[in-house]
């Protein structure tokens, strides 16, 4: 082969070398488009709840003529919006890191559907759009879903309809079918391109014709909502047209639970039934501290409050806690340390919550061994509530519900066929069998209600440990109350 040859094969090349460039620059110079885009909506964002609690701040500093609860609404609401911003940033890099976890709870899906139909439908009043909701008549009232995920993607789904229809019309529909839930949010706006029907679903990317420079956000909405449809065991579709306006689908497997809650736990606990429990909050912040004090002495918690690691350490050995909430970062011994410290001395007999305000600080930080769970700052009552009933087996009192007795009641003699098989099968780690025999025991045996409804909880939280831990303590208490007296 001549000297010639490989210079020629190289001019040859040459312009699909330059096509690969452009190719390349092209793709560098959306990318950078699209952060700046990101950044211009995260600094909108940023700034209007925090104009709202900057200013309400100084109303109310200045003692100005307006309503104390109102102000402190309006604080709270933009602070939320604050805090579920940063935690959509952080979901997509815990998503994509394979790092995020869901909870597994009784959720009350009529209920929430109705909530975020009764919000939209405000929210489509102000903007002169018409809103319809409807759900299949099927639709169970309880099933078992992580509640936060599923109304942040129903969230998501329902602003951006609102937000790309100028006029017409958005609906809510829900179906339900063979444990399979199907909810289609449709819109008369502006539709979306074929070629945009993926783009979309990318972090900071709102497609081309989407009214992408002009609609408020930050392009995180649809891209949040897909993973978590996927990490669900779900998946979000799309059929549009350009000026036909949208059709998003989202299909998820939604279980109904083995047994259902009681309807009068109702809300926010007032108390809790059984002996009393104590909890030691470690924290360095006193503002932290006194929330604790408020949220959990009221309702009957024996609490003990440090502001040191080491102090806490300290108090443990002296209080005998049933569970701690134990700050991350705090100067000295960090949350980590104090962890490490309290489940070699106390072992798994005492549970420990991580608190914190930064999610990255509660990944791979350390083992699972030395914790039990997680709590975020801000604190949400109703999720801190559900975590400490998980994890201390608590039956809560709520108002007007009517007290439970503090030992287990006295079943008719034919309980002890259930609760015998119920043991058995508990042993074996067989939850299809324990949810039909739990059921079977529920209906046959009504005076037992109280019983199965605990019994149902646990396995729903897959708490083996807990439901054959009831279960002794009923057998026992059979057995006591059936010997004669001398």
């Known amino acids: ?5 490989p210079a020629r094969r190289a001019e040859l090349d040459l312009p699909a070398q330059i096509a690969a460039l452009e190719q390349a620059r ?50 709270r609401r933009s602070s939320e919006h604050l805090a579920d911003l940063v935690e959509g940033l952080l979901d997509i890099s815990r998503i994509e890191s394979g790092v995020l976890k869901l909870n597994r709870e009784t959720v009350p899906l009529r209920a929430l559907l109705e909530q975020v139909a009764a919000m939209f439908r405000v929210e489509a009043g102000n903007k002169g759009l018409a809103f319809e909701y409807s759900a ?90 897909r993973m978590l449809a996927h990490v669900m065991g ?32 109702q809300g926010l606990p007032i108390g809790y039934e059984g002996r009393p429990r104590t909890i030691l909050a470690i924290d360095d912040d006193p503002g932290q501290l006194a929330l604790w004090q408020e949220l959990l002495r009221p309702i009957g918690f024996n609490l003990f409050v440090a502001g040191s690691g080491g102090a806490g350490l300290s108090l443990a050995e002296l209080g005998k806690p049933d569970l701690v909430l134990l700050d991350v970062s705090m100067p000295g011994l960090n949350g980590w340390d104090v962890a490490r410290q309290l489940r070699a001395r106390f072992g798994r007999d005492l549970m420990i919550l991580m608190v914190s305000g930064n999610t990255s600080e509660l990944v791979g930080a350390a083992g699972d061994d030395v914790h039990d769970g997680f709590v975020l700052k801000p604190v949400d009552q109703a999720q801190l509530f559900a975590s400490l009933r998980r994890h201390l087996g608590l039956v809560w009192r709520h108002e007007g519900a009517p007290a439970a007795t503090d030992a287990p009641a006295q079943l008719p ?53 807990l439901f054959g831990k009831l279960l002794a303590d009923q057998q026992l208490h059979q057995q006591i109350e059936s010997e004669p007296t001398p």
Not at 1 to 5: H, I, W
Not at 234 to 245: F, K, L, N, R, Y
Not at 435 to 446: C, K, N
């Open 1 to 5: 082969m001549s000297p010639a040859m």
């Open 26 to 75: 092209d793709v560098a110079m959306a990318a950078n488009q699209a952060k700046t885009r990101f950044l211009m909506g995260l600094s909108h964002e940023i700034r209007t709840p925090l104009n709202a609690i900057h200013g309400y701040a100084q109303l109310l500093e200045r003692g100005a003529a307006l309503s104390p609860a109102e102000a402190g609404r309006i604080i």
């Open 136 to 225: 299949a008549a099927n639709l169970p009232n309880w099933v078992l879903a992580d509640e936060r995920r599923l109304r942040q993607v129903l969230i998501n789904l329902l602003s951006n309809a609102i937000k790309y229809t100028p006029a017409g019309s958005v609906t809510l529909s829900v179906r339900y079918r063979s444990m399979v839930a199907e909810f289609e949010v449709a819109d008369t706006g502006i539709g979306i391109a074929p070629e945009d029907a993926e783009r979309i679903f990318q972090p900071f990317d709102r497609g081309s014709g989407r009214a992408a420079g002009v609609a408020p956000g930050i392009g995180l909405g649809l891209a949040l909502s």
């Open 234 to 265: 779900g998946d979000i579709s799309v059929q549009a047209a350009p000026g036909g306006g949208s059709r998003f689908v989202l299909k998820l497997l939604l279980p109904q639970p083995n047994i259902l809650p009681e309807t009068a736990a």
């Open 413 to 465: 003699a034919e309980s002890q066929l259930y609760l015998d098989e119920l043991a058995r099968l508990a042993r074996t780690g067989r939850v299809r069998a324990l949810s039909a025999q739990l059921a079977e025991f529920a209906a046959a045996v009504p005076q037992a209600a109280g019983l199965t409804a605990r019994l149902g909880r646990a396995l729903d939280d897959y708490d083996l440990a």
